[in-house]
């Protein structure tokens, strides 16, 4: 392990030029960071997850109730073994040849045998309680690591001049004030590594955990090769945008249109300006070009580069999902129904039709017929996003 550890951290690869690990060993004059530093986050993400849990029951549940946010759940299925066995061990999702198979063993028609279906998917969906649990914890942890880096990058020199950010290196001290924000930082993200997979589902699951994957590594690297400027200037700059999501998701689920669509359309503004705007500026300029003017360049900074253009393409990949999400607030006065990143949340998470009524009792074949005969039966078969207990839900 010895040895593998030493060919991985080799000091040609990952230091400039006449640089070596022995350089930057802490000393009494001065600390710099240290990978065994970085250890300290797994007890520390663990930690972080059990505040979440006494955060969600203790704090956000009540402020959900006060704020009559709806506590229950979809409706459920009415109880059916045949059904359950073929939702569990079969087909979420059964094809025409199936159900028409269900319909003649059952004697229902086809149209309740559908929505069986549709209720049982929903059945595993969230509550607006849990979402807006979730989001609480998010929206409060999001604003104090905004405030605390921000307070940081303000009596930083280097935020406005990025050319400072190289100024020394690789000799520049570590603070504790960076110390501790990289720690968090890290924390959180692997926090969210395995959070995410007890948390709500959402269809963008796979890019999610793709950008934690890369937050990790560019956290974890960045602190190794004492990229601390540039890295507490990148975070922030991801943050500043997220709390204003998750806010918006809140106005959401607490039936406040107005205030959710002005918070999603404040939340599109700084995202762009941020993402597309200023990290190119930034980060990208000053790794990209500045970096190697200061010190030369050097074989890692190849896979810094590189991570830093994958996220841009995320970037570039959510702008699109929110300009989508921002015209149909602008012209369709649909802001706060369809929250498009990662947040972030469930991408049409619940499933709805026209055709539920008020009984979950299934129809037989015969009395189905008599209800089409007798134009009652309403079966327009479209599905929507609920919102609440009846319309819709943030998309």
């Known amino acids: 392990m010895a040895g593998i550890l030493a060919w991985f951290w080799n000091e040609r690869f990952w230091l400039p030029h006449n640089v070596t690990w ?35 029951r203790f704090i956000a549940k009540p402020c959900a109730l006060g704020l009559k946010v709806q506590a229950n759940g979809p409706r459920k299925a009415q109880p059916n073994a045949i059904l359950e066995k073929v939702f569990t061990a079969i087909t979420k999702h059964p094809d025409e040849k199936r159900l028409e198979g269900l319909s003649k063993q059952l004697d229902w028609d086809v149209r309740s045998i559908q929505r069986w279906f549709r209720q049982r998917r929903n059945q595993e969906k969230p509550s607006t309680l849990r979402r807006f649990c979730e989001s609480l914890w998010r929206f409060t942890f999001y604003l ?6 921000a307070r940081l990058l303000k009596k930083s020199p280097w935020v406005w001049n990025t050319r400072l950010c190289w100024t020394g290196y690789p000799y520049q001290p570590l603070m504790p004030e960076m110390h501790y924000y990289y720690i968090l930082q890290l924390s959180y993200y692997w926090s969210l590594m395995f959070s995410q997979f007890i948390d709500i589902k959402r269809k963008d699951f796979t890019i999610m955990f793709t950008h934690h994957i890369i937050a990790v590594i560019l956290i974890t690297l960045s602190y190794t090769v004492n990229f601390i400027r540039v890295g507490v ?15 918006a998701k809140m ?45 030369g360049g050097f074989p890692s900074l190849t896979i810094f580069i590189i991570l830093l253009l994958v996220l841009q393409v995320l970037h570039c990949f959510w702008s699109y999902l929110i300009v989508k999400a921002a015209y149909k607030a ?49 079966t327009n078969g479209t599905n929507g996003y609920l919102t609440g207990g009846n319309s819709a839900e943030e998309h």
């Open 22 to 56: 022995a350089d930057l060993k802490s000393t009494e004059e001065a600390t710099f960071p240290q990978v065994e530093d970085l250890y300290l986050a797994f007890p520390l993400a663990f930690c972080i997850f059990m505040i979440r849990m006494v955060f969600e």
């Open 251 to 295: 106005a959401n689920y607490c039936k406040c249109q107005k205030l959710c669509d002005f918070l999603f359309l404040s939340f599109a503004v700084i995202f762009m300006i941020t993402r597309l705007g200023l990290y190119p500026l930034w980060v990208l300029n000053t790794t990209i070009f500045e970096l190697p003017e200061a010190v």
């Open 330 to 378: 602008i012209l369709k006065g649909k802001a706060g129904k369809w929250n498009p990143l990662h947040a972030k949340d469930d991408r049409s998470d619940i499933e709805s039709s026209s055709d539920e009524e008020p009984t979950t009792a299934p129809h037989s074949k015969t009395s189905h017929s008599s209800a089409t005969t007798n134009g009652t039966s309403g």
């Open 144 to 149: 104090y690591i905004f405030t605390y880096g």
């Open 233 to 247: 200037l990148t975070m922030c700059l991801h943050d500043v945008v997220d709390s204003v999501l998750e806010a």
